[in-house]
Structure formats: structure tokens, C-alpha cells
């Protein structure tokens, strides 16, 4: 009958480290699909209005910006110092919205949860944002947002 031994000193096997390399280009791979960039840069500067009551988009995805104050100080001299909408990299007119709206809408996989977000100078006048919501209703964009921020 055979016997085993106690004694003897037992070692802790080595950690296999071959599949760390694996591990953490999975990783990086994730982040890399998950992680969306700021793509719009800015060409007008605003500063948002402050309110109390104040809610997070929950599904940014859907979300459409609209850009709405004066040009940048780099911008001024070639654009003037009046307001301007900016859609993604470009400056627009209110009936250009419409067909923003549109493209905006083929490129999302849920289109009826589509919400526009208006992010507009305090000191822009309500006749420009009259100008845009009216072109908003007529393509059927009804879920508007107006970015603020918390009073304190």
C-alpha cells in the first residue's frame, strides 16, 4: 500500500501570466467601441441660463444639438457679432433645421425617441428661437430640451 509523504516543503505554483496580453486588448478594444468623442467643435460661445428644476437626458444617443449664440471671438471678424445657429461644424439659417433634423434622424436606430437639445446664449433673443421651434414642428421634431444649468 503506498504511502504519502507529509514532509517535505511545498512550493506555490507559479501565477501563468500568458493570457494577460489577451485580457488587456480585450479591454482596450471595449473602451475603444464604447467610448464616443466630443465630435462638434465649437464656433459659437454661450453661456446657459440657470434654472431650478433641472433633468438628465437619460438616452444622450438620441439626443440632437443645436447651437445658438454669437460667433467666437476667432470667428467674430470673418462672421459678425450677431447670432448665429450652429449645427455639428457649421453655421446655419433656421430653414437649413429642417433638413438637419432629417439627416439626424436616418442615422439613429430609434428615431421616435429622437429629442432636440437647444443650447442658447442667455441674452439671445426669442425671436431666433421662435424661428427655430417653428421649423422644428414642421419636421415633426416635437421633444425640444433647453440645456441650463443649476441655479445655486
Do not use: C, H
Request: hydrophobic share 40%; no cysteine.
Amino acid at each position: 500500500m503506498g504511502r504519502f509523504s507529509r514532509g517535505g516543503s511545498r512550493e506555490m505554483p507559479e501565477l501563468n501570466t500568458s493570457s494577460l496580453p489577451d485580457l488587456i486588448f480585450t479591454i482596450l478594444f471595449f473602451f475603444m467601441i464604447v467610448t464616443t468623442m466630443r465630435e462638434v467643435t465649437l464656433k459659437v460661445k454661450f453661456t446657459v441660463p440657470t434654472g431650478t428644476e433641472l433633468e438628465k437626458l437619460e438616452k444622450k444617443s438620441a439626443v440632437s444639438f443645436i447651437y445658438v449664440g454669437p460667433p467666437t471671438d476667432q470667428l467674430r471678424a470673418a462672421m459678425g457679432s450677431g447670432t448665429r445657429i450652429q449645427l455639428n461644424d457649421r453655421f446655419a439659417e433656421p430653414a437649413e433645421v429642417m433638413d438637419f433634423i432629417a439627416e439626424e434622424r436616418t442615422r439613429m436606430t430609434d428615431q421616435a425617441a429622437q429629442v432636440v437639445s437647444m443650447k442658447v446664449d442667455q441674452r439671445t433673443q426669442m425671436g431666433i428661437i421662435t424661428d427655430i421651434k417653428q421649423v422644428l414642428r414642421k419636421s415633426w421634431a416635437l421633444k425640444i430640451n433647453y440645456s441650463a444649468a443649476k441655479r445655486n
